[in-house]
């Protein structure tokens, strides 16, 4: 089983939908979570930490649940400026990178 | 607002030939990391670097590795004799690590380097 695993999107969305994007690790003694962005091209930008009781930043909730490994991310009320490729990082020992979601957010 | 630079942008090399890639990581911070991201790829961690020496390394960071805080504020991953694989997108990564709540690593740019 791979470290962290994402759903593989693409994800296709119009202006204004809500989309899920999932993660799974295998690490059950990961202490930390993260949902960072990145940009054709260019580096990775924290999007958000998550944390156990969940969070949440304006159009954006992140969720983990520790018992199934798994850690989702919330996009509401998404925007053309949403489009790029969600990564899902998980630290144990080390931070290791999800392969991303990538998503479109379409007019 | 502080941010972590890496120079240069773009290197061009040719196989066989050492390349530098420099980074300056955010002032106050104590832990630094080299990635790299091959075209296409997912983020690949290659070392991690704190109180001068190195915590971890993957098994991507071999002997012809090397990273090196000269003075206090570069940070540098030297790659020895350079493949065509080594071909990527490095970027460095520092993150404040007094704890927990301080994980979170902050990106350079990254140099993306290109062997011919």
């Known amino acids: 089983r791979k470290e962290v695993e994402q759903d593989p999107g693409p994800f296709n969305v119009p202006e204004g939908a809500t989309v899920a994007f999932n993660c799974t690790y295998s690490?059950?003694?990961?202490?930390?979570f993260f949902w960072y962005r990145q940009d054709c091209r260019k580096e990775p930008k924290l999007l958000m930490s998550v944390y156990s009781s969940g969070n949440e930043d304006g159009r954006f909730t992140a969720q983990l649940n520790r018992a199934s490994q798994y850690i989702s991310l919330l996009i509401r009320d998404s925007k053309l400026s949403d489009s790029a490729t969600y990564l899902c990082?998980?630290?144990?020992?080390?931070?290791?990178f999800g392969p991303g979601t990538r998503l479109s957010v379409l007019p | 607002e502080p941010e972590v630079t890496q120079t240069p942008s773009h290197q061009v090399t040719q196989m066989g030939q050492e390349v530098i890639l420099r980074c300056v990581p955010i002032s106050n911070h104590l832990y630094f990391y080299w990635y790299r991201q091959i075209l296409g790829q997912k983020v690949e961690f290659l070392v991690s670097f704190y109180n001068n020496e190195i915590s971890e390394k993957s098994e991507i960071f071999d002997d012809q590795f090397s990273v090196e805080r000269p003075d206090g504020s570069n940070f540098t991953l030297k790659i020895r004799s350079t493949k065509l694989e080594d071909s990527a997108m490095y970027f460095c990564?520092?993150?404040?690590?007094?704890?927990?709540?301080?994980?979170?690593?902050?990106f350079g740019p990254g140099t993306r380097l290109t062997v011919l």
């Open positions: 990564a520092s993150r404040e690590g007094v704890s927990s709540y301080t994980d979170t690593q902050y």
């Open positions: 690490n059950s003694a990961s202490q930390s």
């Open positions: 990082v998980v630290k144990g020992q080390n931070f290791v």
